[in-house]
C-alpha cells in the first residue's frame, strides 16, 4: 500500500504561480511513474503531467509551456511548478502514483484556485 500526501494548494491570481508538493510514504520501493491528475467540478479528470522513475515526463497540452514536473526518487516525492495560472486551471489537483504492475495509487487532493 501507498499512502500520498499533497501540500501546496491555494487561491491565487490569474499570471500567478503554486508549486504542488506530494510525499509518498509506505510501499514506495515499487513506485514507477508519479504525476497529478486534475478535476474541476462538472469535468473529467484529467491528467495534468507525470514524470517516470528515469526521468520522462507527459504534459497536458493545456499546460504545456507552463507547468513543470520534477521528482525527488530519493525521498519519493513529487512536484509541480505551475506558472501563468489562468482561471481555467481551477481544479482540484490529486497526485498520484503508479507501481511497476500498473496499480495506481491516490492523493485525497488540494485544491488550486485561480482568480481572474
Known amino acids: 500500500q501507498v499512502r500520498l500526501a499533497e501540500s501546496g494548494g491555494g487561491l491565487v491570481q490569474a499570471g500567478g504561480s503554486l508549486r504542488l508538493s506530494c510525499a509518498a510514504s509506505?510501499?514506495?520501493?515499487?513506485?514507477?511513474?508519479m504525476g497529478w491528475y486534475r478535476q474541476a467540478p462538472g469535468n473529467q479528470r484529467e491528467l495534468v503531467a507525470d514524470?517516470?522513475?528515469?526521468?520522462?515526463?507527459n504534459f497536458a497540452d493545456s499546460v504545456k509551456g507552463r507547468f513543470t514536473i520534477s521528482r525527488d526518487n530519493a525521498r519519493y516525492r513529487v512536484f509541480l511548478q505551475m506558472n501563468s495560472l489562468k482561471p481555467e486551471d481551477t481544479a482540484v489537483y490529486l497526485c498520484?502514483?503508479?507501481?511497476?504492475?500498473?496499480?495506481?495509487?491516490w492523493g485525497q487532493g488540494t485544491q488550486v484556485t485561480v482568480s481572474s
Open positions: 509506505g510501499s514506495t520501493f515499487h513506485i514507477d511513474k
Open positions: 514524470i517516470t522513475s528515469g526521468g520522462s515526463t
Open positions: 498520484y502514483v503508479q507501481d511497476v504492475w500498473g496499480m495506481h495509487y
